[in-house]
């Protein structure tokens, strides 16, 4: 049986060894083999792809996805815009 902090550790490095993740802002906790992401990504994409990197990680029973995309401040436009 695979306990929580091998499913975390687990979690990280696959996080961590995905090309298409920057998970220096995501954290990651489990309980009963559910896996919460928080923190934050630059884009949807990168959101996306972190949920996806973690279902695939053996002993994953489920995933809540709180990660918060925060867009580089390029395209921000004030209100009137």
Known sequence: MTTDSD???DVESELKWDPDI???DIG????NGVVTLSGFVRSFTQKYEAEKATKRVK???GVANDIEVRLPSLHEKPDPE
């Open 22 to 24: 920057d998970a220096s």
């Open 7 to 9: 499913i975390k550790r």
């Open 28 to 31: 990651v906790a489990v309980k």
């Open 59 to 61: 002993g994953v029973l």
